[in-house]
């Protein structure tokens, strides 16, 4: 297999696992919300929720992640020198990041599927945008690579974070508005 074998099949791993890491958190949101449920609905809800969220964690989310990870490594040992360049530190600082988002929404899934529901639905969509952000992030490095000024990518990664976590926040009002009509 070539360099663009690896990079065909590193990017599909990507979209795989991004697709988990999306999905996941709001799997949780609906999860935590059923909670507000009659007890009957409660039990059918959370019985759902728990088999949907390990199937998503079981079957693509690891298996995805694992793949990303081997096929990425791949590709820095067909070109090494890429470890030399402040682009790659940055993107593999981000994709460590992301493997500590991966796992502390699997640390939420099991205090869920235990009863315990830490944060509220709001909180857990702001938490769903973050993944939003490594991939952002990630992709405007990889494809900018040492053209991104550092200073404006930080400061459009800000901008981007405030904007995604404010139309959160209009999106909940205009349900509670909605709700309350």
Do not use: C
């Not at 996941?24 to 409660?42: G, N």
């Not at 019985?47 to 989310?61: G, T, V």
């Not at 992301?98 to 830490?118: A, S, V």
């Amino acid at each position: 297999m070539t360099y663009l074998h690896f990079k065909a099949l590193h990017i599909i791993f990507v979209v795989s696992w991004f697709a988990g890491l999306f999905y996941m958190p709001r799997l949780l949101v609906y999860h935590t919300e059923a909670q507000d449920k009659i007890a009957a609905a409660r039990e059918v809800l959370n019985e759902q929720f728990m088999k949907m969220e390990k199937l998503l964690w079981n079957a693509i989310m690891v298996p995805a992640m694992w793949m990303t990870l081997i096929s990425g490594s791949i590709m820095i040992y067909i070109t090494p020198g890429w470890l030399s360049q402040g682009w790659m530190h940055m993107k593999l600082t981000f994709v460590l990041g992301l493997i500590g988002y991966h796992f502390f929404t699997r640390k939420l899934i099991l205090e869920i599927q235990k009863g315990h529901f830490r944060f509220s639905s709001i909180q857990l969509r702001l938490w769903n945008e973050v993944a939003t952000i490594f991939l952002f992030s990630i992709v405007f490095l990889v494809v900018l690579k040492n053209s991104i000024d550092w200073i404006w990518g930080v400061l459009g990664l800000i901008a981007f974070a405030i904007i995604i976590m404010s139309a959160v926040r209009i999106i909940k009002k205009i349900r509670e508005k909605k709700v309350s009509e």
